[in-house]
């Protein structure tokens, strides 16, 4: 895994610390087509980058804490405006205002707030309990065109693990939507922004399809 010398024109993995960032490296390698792909956590490397992807796992609590504790916030919000963005799991969660989990502010980047899966409403339509968190195979229908969902199919299955998801204020960011007991936004985008709560690094082969739509997108 290559990691983060300052290099203009690379696709760099924001590390803060949270979560094993191989697989997404790795999936991101396979589709680079020789271009460099490093992970780092200095401000410097990800402010030089041509694109972004801010992935992680954990507490979201505990991951705003490392983001500031890092000094990655400014190179994050300077990417989020300025170049392709890809964020993924909590890095899609840590892109709105508030979340519900640990009663934190995020990086107020998109309008909205982060939500518990509701109890009361984890009932598949057989009657059956679903489990907190939403872990393994779901399909994404998607909400419109974008050159992310090129060569993907409506109705893809990507994998999730969650427990927590995205209410944009803006339904015109919604670019798709997933169905886990409540019909939820589990992918949004605008202007240089998307960003998924699955994992495209684990969703071969649909995801590997959207990650070189998002090296060779130009937004």
């Avoid at 589709?31 to 972004?52: C, F, H, K, Q, T």
Wanted: proline share 7%; with cysteine.
């Amino acid at each position: 895994m290559e990691n983060g010398t300052r290099q203009p024109g690379a696709i760099v993995v924001v590390d803060y610390g949270m979560g094993n960032l191989r697989s997404v490296w790795q999936a991101l390698a396979r589709v680079a087509n020789g271009r460099a792909v490093i992970v780092s956590a200095d401000p410097e490397v990800v402010l030089a980058a041509e694109r972004v992807v801010f992935p992680g796992q954990g507490a979201m609590p505990d991951c705003m804490r490392e983001v500031d504790d890092r000094g990655l916030r400014a190179a994050i919000l300077d990417a989020a405006r300025n170049k392709p963005f890809l964020g993924i799991c909590i890095g899609q969660q840590m892109l709105f205002e508030h979340s519900e989990e640990g009663d934190v502010p995020g990086l107020g980047i998109l309008p909205g707030r982060v939500r518990r899966f509701p109890a009361a409403a984890m009932v598949d339509p057989a009657g059956i309990r679903l489990k907190v968190p939403h872990m393994g195979w779901n399909e994404v229908w998607q909400q419109g065109d974008h050159p992310l969902w090129r060569g993907i199919a409506d109705g893809a299955r990507f994998y999730f693990v969650h427990s927590y998801f995205v209410e944009p204020d803006d339904a015109g960011c919604v670019a798709a939507t997933t169905d886990y007991g409540i019909h939820f936004t589990s992918v949004v985008a605008r202007d240089n922004i998307f960003a998924l709560q699955c994992h495209p690094e684990k969703s071969s082969p649909a995801g590997l399809v959207m990650l070189a739509n998002f090296l060779a997108w130009k937004p």
